[in-house]
């Protein structure tokens, strides 16, 4: 048989597997070697090759590798609390970005003596290099096979009929799995337990609540080392720890799901939403606003009332249904109605931080970062459909605007047709060809998602990297062939006919409430002095200075500074240190010198001591920095 690798052909007898490919590769191919790719399916190395294919040998460095390897990983978990816990029941225990987890059922939930035990006993386990061995069985002896775990037998009675029923076994334990995996546990070089928390069976909170536990797994100690190292910057960066310390937001527990935003955090995001609307006039868009309530008739044309149901708050008035709005769209449609358009009025931009409502399971809660209620930063533009590239291109650079002036670096996904769609093959070619001709046209890099778009229509992703190089999926521009449709939205064209018009959904944000979340964890609450609550703080060494404090607060309050005065009798070091803890970026200390002098020390959280400046250059310089959204 022949086999392309890394675009040469080489020969090998038919039946070899690609462990024995990477062999004679070389030794450090086949050391460093955990899955394979052919024709672009990921296998395990121990799988036969027969015929001729394209053939890459997968390491723990690429992202599929990386995945088979954490895979195995979860598998040896499993093995380790059985050998710990006995009587655990397994459920799952897939691969996910951030490492792999598996839940369990267990009477007494794990403790950290646990988790010590449990990775004590995986450790064991890698050490002795067990072959993971891929066996498969028919329907009945399957069941038999696991008959004392419930949830497995769950899963396989839930296989269709014609289903392959695949189990992978090392020493003496084995799991239901599809796989692939890893071809011997010894080449998981470094893991680690982070966490346990609950989780219900399958994602219902009709289930049973299981004891889910967290790990990670690399290809090398270095590589772990530096991702935990990176976990722990991350818990001082917790925007819920910091929201509470630097009295922003919170979430309690009288409305889970439901933030509460505190004086400053309402600066804050006043400040975010102000920034909105006026870089949303400079590119041409009117801001709406829509109900917050709406009623049955307007879901069921959206769809949402047959879809989305289930994740929608409803009530009744006046005999009538009616539901809190999920989503702003359908909302956006209705002002779009409201008259007659012609082809000379299009493109119609229109935005609007609408709040919407989503019933989130309570597992799945998350701070700011996945809530109940929620801002959303909509836009929506309807276009001819020979607006299309001009209008992505305008929307792309609008986004790029945005996140250039947070300094965040990011990636682009153009995510293509899928199966599920809706729509003529034109209206598909014409809308995805818009995206990706508008990416082209801007000299864009972006990576192509087969299949991955919406079932109305074609999608551009922007990945955000924040400042300890995590991703966050916040900005998304996409084309909709649906709602036009199920609305019988049109215009007039300019042969005097009635068309329909193509649209845009767009967020930039994403969601207000997850953005000012990110930004909390990327600034680590030291936010830039343009958005900071309290841009200066005035200190007094001793009560002779305080009316010059007060004479300067009022200079810098007037010209738009937002600052605060500190005029308690404690020493000046510990209202500095308790300045640096709020993130302040000004600190302004004034004492007998300086109330004489009409002058003040100013002490930069960035820079340290600048010295003695006069009112007048001080507040140039704070100014300045607020005007241009310096960072």
């Known amino acids: 048989m022949k086999l392309t690798i890394n675009g040469e052909v080489l020969e090998f007898e038919d039946g070899t597997n690609a462990l024995d490919v990477a062999d004679k590769l070389g030794k450090d191919v086949k050391k460093a070697a955990v899955a394979a790719k052919l024709d672009g399916e990921v296998v395990e190395l121990m799988q036969p090759i027969h015929g001729d294919h ?40 897939p691969a996910i970005d951030s490492g792999f987890y598996y839940d369990f059922d267990v009477d007494v939930p794990f403790t950290q003596d646990d988790l010590k035990a449990i990775e004590k006993e995986m450790s064991r386990i890698v050490k002795k290099n067990s072959r993971m061995e891929r066996f498969e069985l028919p ?20 296989l269709p009929e014609d289903a392959t029923i695949s189990f992978y076994k090392q020493e003496g334990f084995t799991d239901l799995c599809a796989g692939p995996h890893l071809p011997a546990l010894g080449k998981i070089k470094a893991f680690k337990l982070t966490s ?27 590589e772990l080392d530096a991702y935990l190292k990176r976990m722990e910057e991350a818990k001082k960066r917790d925007h819920r720890k910091l ?13 889970p799901g439901f933030p509460f935003f505190f004086p400053k955090g309402m600066i804050l995001r006043n400040q975010l939403e102000d920034y909105w609307r006026q870089i949303h006039r400079q590119h041409g868009y009117e801001e709406i ?25 409803t009530t009744v008035i006046d005999e009538t249904d009616f539901a809190i709005k999920p989503m702003n769209c359908p909302g956006g449609m209705l002002v779009y109605k409201r008259r007659p358009w012609s082809y000379r009025d299009l493109p119609m931009r229109c935005g609007e931080l609408g709040l919407v409502h989503r019933h989130e399971m309570s597992g799945a ?31 792309y650079r609008l986004i790029d605007e945005v996140y250039g002036v947070f300094g965040f670096p990011y990636h682009v996904e153009l995510s293509t047709r899928p199966e599920n769609s809706i729509g003529t093959d034109e209206m598909w070619e014409l809308a995805t060809d818009g995206l990706r001709g508008a ?40 084309l909709d062939m649906n709602l036009p449709e199920r609305f019988d939205l049109t215009y007039t064209g300019a042969d005097g006919e009635k068309h329909r018009p193509v649209m845009i959904h767009r967020v930039v944000f994403g969601s ?29 060494i001793t009560d002779r200075a305080d009316d010059a404090a007060r004479a300067l607060q009022a200079r810098l309050e007037q010209a738009g500074i937002r600052t605060e005065i500190d005029l308690r009798n404690e020493k000046i070091g510990f209202k500095i240190r308790e300045a640096q803890m709020q993130k302040t970026p000004y600190m302004l200390v004034l004492g007998d010198k300086e109330a004489a002098e009409g002058t003040v020390a100013v002490r930069s959280r960035r820079d340290g001591d600048l010295g003695t400046m006069n009112p007048d250059d001080l507040m140039n310089r704070l100014l300045t920095e607020i005007a241009t959204k310096a960072r």
């Open 289 to 313: 606003k829509t109900p917050i309530m709406l009623n049955r008739g307007l879901w069921e044309r959206s769809g949402h009332w047959d879809h989305y149901r289930e994740n929608m708050y």
């Open 439 to 478: 990416l082209d046209d801007l000299g864009v890099k972006y990576i192509v998602n087969e299949g991955d778009g919406a079932f109305y229509g074609p999608k551009i992703d922007f990945h955000l990297e924040d400042s300890i190089g995590r991703t966050w999926q916040c900005g998304t521009i996409q």
């Open 512 to 540: 207000i409430e997850r953005f000012i979340g990110i930004l909390t964890e990327h600034f680590a609450g030291a936010f830039p002095l343009w958005l900071s609550p309290v841009q200066a703080k005035i200190m007094t």
């Open 196 to 222: 346990v928390a609950g989780a219900y069976w399958r994602g219902s909170e009709k289930n049973k609540m299981l004891q889910r536990i967290y790990g990670t797994a690399f290809a090398s100690k270095e």
């Open 139 to 158: 329907r009945a002896e399957a069941l038999e096979l696991m008959k004392d775990e419930p949830y497995k037998l769950e899963l396989i009675n839930d």
């Open 365 to 395: 809660l998350h701070g700011l970062m996945r809530v109940r209620c929620f801002t959303q930063d909509d836009a929506h533009i309807f276009m001819t459909p020979e607006q299309i590239r001009d209008e992505i291109k305008g929307v």
């Open 54 to 93: 394209a053939l890459e040998i997968l390491t723990g460095e690429d992202p599929d590798g990386l995945r088979v390897l954490r895979h195995s990983a979860s598998h040896v978990l499993a093995q380790a609390v059985k050998a710990v816990k006995p009587e655990a029941k397994l459920a799952i225990g």
């Open 243 to 255: 929201g509470r310390e630097l009295d922003l937001f919170d979430i309690l527990d009288e409305g």
